[in-house]
């Protein structure tokens, strides 16, 4: 089987977030499997720079034949690439089947046409596009753009792949025309690593209990609760740690104004690796997202795999699994409730142990890139050759 990924920005670009890291995992599982892997994707770095890589040709990234097209538009946002264009137009025929990730980038067009012309079957991963809050949050030349050009390439599409159940339920009380559009669920998956304990570089004494977030630092994702659930309980065994590339300055500036009191109990740090990440989820205690939308959530999965237990809003993706699998705390994004649990794990550090356990065995019974990769081989044979396989729950 021929696939070709089709992004607008792929690793390296870590700073664009989750998309970037679960579609590598993905595309590297499925070329270890046997399947011919192509990814067409721009030089974007996401912090509106560019890759420092070799353009329009071909580069080997774990069996994944990598291509970069230089970003000749909108760089922050990987927008247009006429070179990739270009070798959409020539090479779309050559491909069984084609796996797009840009409903707002103008790839995502071209991609719509070019499997028009060739008579290919595209399968379109929003990744929390259709979500209520990005979706109530855009603009209206967004909204112009969707409606002119975005519903076209979901009529053309051959199905579209959902990371959770509460994604797809989200997005089709959002984007009614998704309903009437075949769909499936496939995790995103990860490529579970060993980091080693890093508290001593940090300065962090072991009685302490370690508070981490990851990801990029924008009020979407809710820090300002777990900090405010901090200066109402007063404990000094708790630590946090930030973690992420400052995107929203504004709110950056107001979450550092509102732990001042909060002296040396809050930790920030830029950015790391990818790899690096790890040595962070394995020094901490408890994994913190309070968003107010995440279609999936990578960074909790990862911190799971490494035995974090989660403290997460039922906003984001897993919510629901994390709450069957007792891998956790799901809470509302209220204050109070944050606080009592934050309470809790400071006054019961054998049932932060017990959650660890529990963490640990979710992340790798149902993210463990191996299953995810084979779930995706089987979606794609599924559009192939008109089969519906249950554990993809088609709709």
Known sequence: MKVIHVIPSYEPAWAFGGTV???????????????????????????????NVPLNQPIDLGGVKVWYFHCDFLPKKAFYSRSLVKKLKESVGDFDIVHVSAIWQWIQINVCKSCKFYNKPYIITP???FNPWPWSHIFLKK???????????????????????????????????????????????????????????????DEQVLLIFAGRIHRIKGIHFIIEAMRKLKSNRLTFLIVGHEEDVEYVNHLKE???????????????????????????????????DEN???????????????????????????????????????????TDVLKKCTENLAFLQELSHNARESAGKRYDINKVADLMIKAYEDVLIGRRSPELQWM
């Open 127 to 129: 990744h929390g596009s």
């Open 143 to 205: 909204r112009i753009y969707w409606y002119a050009f975005g519903t076209k390439t979901i009529k053309a599409a051959a199905a579209v792949h959902f990371t959770t159940r509460d994604e797809r339920d989200k997005s089709l009380s959002t984007v009614p025309i998704l309903s009437k559009k075949k769909s499936f669920i496939v995790p995103n998956g990860i490529l579970i690593k060993e980091g080693k304990n890093v508290r001593s570089v940090l300065k962090i004494k």
């Open 296 to 338: 999936f959530g990578m960074v909790v999965v990862e911190a799971m795999a490494c035995g974090l237990p989660v403290l997460i809003s039922n906003k984001v993706g897993i919510w629901r699994e994390v709450q069957t699998d007792n891998a956790g705390f799901v809470v509302n994004q209220d204050i109070n409730e944050i």
């Open 21 to 51: 890291t679960a579609t590598s995992n993905l595309c590297r599982m499925l070329a270890k499997k046997g399947v011919d892997v192509t990814v067409y994707t721009t030089d974007a770095n996401g912090a509106g720079g560019y890759l």
């Open 258 to 292: 509102i732990c001042r009191e909060l002296a040396g109990n809050v930790i920030w740090k830029e950015a790391v690796s990818a790899k690096d990440i790890w040595d962070y989820y394995s020094s901490s205690d408890l994994f913190v997202l309070p968003s107010y």
